[in-house]
Nanobody
Framework: HVQLVESGGGSVQAGGSLRLSCTAS????????????MGWFRQAPGQEREAIVD???????TYADSVKGRFTISRDNKKRSMYLQMNNLKTDDIAMYYC?????????????????WGQGTQVTVS
């Protein structure tokens, strides 16, 4: 099955930056990866999971208001990787960050839950 692995988390001071990576492996061709729906989520202790970036199969990207203007995604489809550049980090950004993917073949996810999830990477801001 498809596996997602996040990396790049760590501890930074407020105002600093981190770049998270999410790499897919397993039975997912580059062509299908390029057309997949993907997302970044985060969950702080005691809080519900928050969707922060949503990427449709056609590449349309939506950012949550909480990160808009500070976080940016990029992709290297040949590497089946997605990156989350996080700038001007705040203590409110402290959370475990997860990436997720589902096959949507260039279309929209339509509210269906993501199929594959990474194990998460911790971000701490002091």
């Amino acid at each position: 099955h498809v596996q997602l692995v996040e990396s790049g988390g760590g501890s930074v001071q407020a105002g600093g930056s981190l770049r998270l990576s999410c790499t897919a492996s397993g039975p997912i061709a580059v062509y299908d990866y390029t057309r997949s729906c993907m997302g970044w989520f985060r969950q702080a202790p005691g809080q519900e999971r928050e969707a922060i970036v949503d990427v449709e199969g056609d590449g349309k990207t939506t950012y949550a208001d909480s990160v808009k203007g500070r976080f940016t995604i990029s992709r290297d489809n040949k590497k089946r990787s997605m990156y989350l550049q996080m700038n001007n980090l705040k203590t409110d950004d402290i959370a475990m960050y997860y990436c997720a993917l589902t096959f949507c073949y260039g279309g929209k996810r339509g509210g269906i839950d993501f199929t594959y999830w990474g194990q998460g990477t911790q971000v701490t801001v002091s």
